[in-house]
């Protein structure tokens, strides 16, 4: 089972994912609990979610899955997460970063998917606030990676200043 990392802490996971039924037909919701499931299910299932009693609601985008389309309903959801199919995918990091900077997403994002402790940093640095390990990862361990370096010359959204322009506004 895999571990997830919140806000550079080892946590217990409340969420239940939803997936496509083996059949590719929709899933039986559950009535009560937290559900994360993938954007096209959201898109089937949408209202039946809203109309339960109890529980929150995540949507988790692929890599290829455009931000935009889940904008307007920010609003319904306690968790967005971001699917990595493999190490070196990249595009999860500029999905992280349209989500907190263009659209203002200000609630958990998480990482899930083929995650490794090595990402970890950056990943905070793009607007991750939660991990999911690929199982076998010591999170004792990972959570060092949180520790890697002690400055950043670049943007980014956990620091929207650059170096020089810190420094500057030091100086001053």
């Known amino acids: 089972m895999a571990t997830l990392i919140k806000n550079a802490k080892?946590?217990?996971?409340?969420?239940?994912r939803l997936d496509w039924a083996a059949d590719g037909g929709l899933p039986t919701v559950p009535a009560t609990g937290d559900v994360?499931?993938?954007?096209?299910?959201?898109?089937g299932l949408a209202d039946e979610l809203l109309d339960r009693n109890t529980g929150r609601i995540g949507v988790w985008l692929d890599s290829y899955e455009d931000p935009a389309a889940i904008a307007?309903?920010?609003?319904?959801f306690a968790l967005v997460a971001v699917h990595f199919p493999q190490f070196?995918?990249?595009?999860?990091?500029?999905?992280?970063?349209?989500?907190?900077?263009?659209?203002?997403?200000?609630?958990?994002?998480?990482?899930?998917?083929?995650?490794?402790?090595?990402?970890?940093h950056y990943l905070a640095r793009c607007g991750f606030d939660a991990f999911e390990l690929n199982d076998g990862i010591d999170a004792q361990s990972a959570l060092s990676a949180f520790r890697d370096f002690s400055d950043s010359y670049q943007a980014a959204v956990d620091q929207p200043l650059p170096l020089y322009r810190r420094r500057a506004l030091e100086a001053a």
């Open 88 to 120: 070196a995918d990249g595009r999860g990091y500029s999905i992280a970063r349209l989500l907190r900077e263009r659209h203002g997403w200000k609630g958990e994002l998480r990482a899930i998917g083929d995650v490794q402790r090595d990402q970890l």
């Open 72 to 76: 307007d309903s920010l609003d319904k």
């Open 36 to 43: 994360l499931i993938p954007l096209g299910l959201w898109r």
């Open 10 to 16: 080892i946590a217990t996971d409340s969420w239940q």
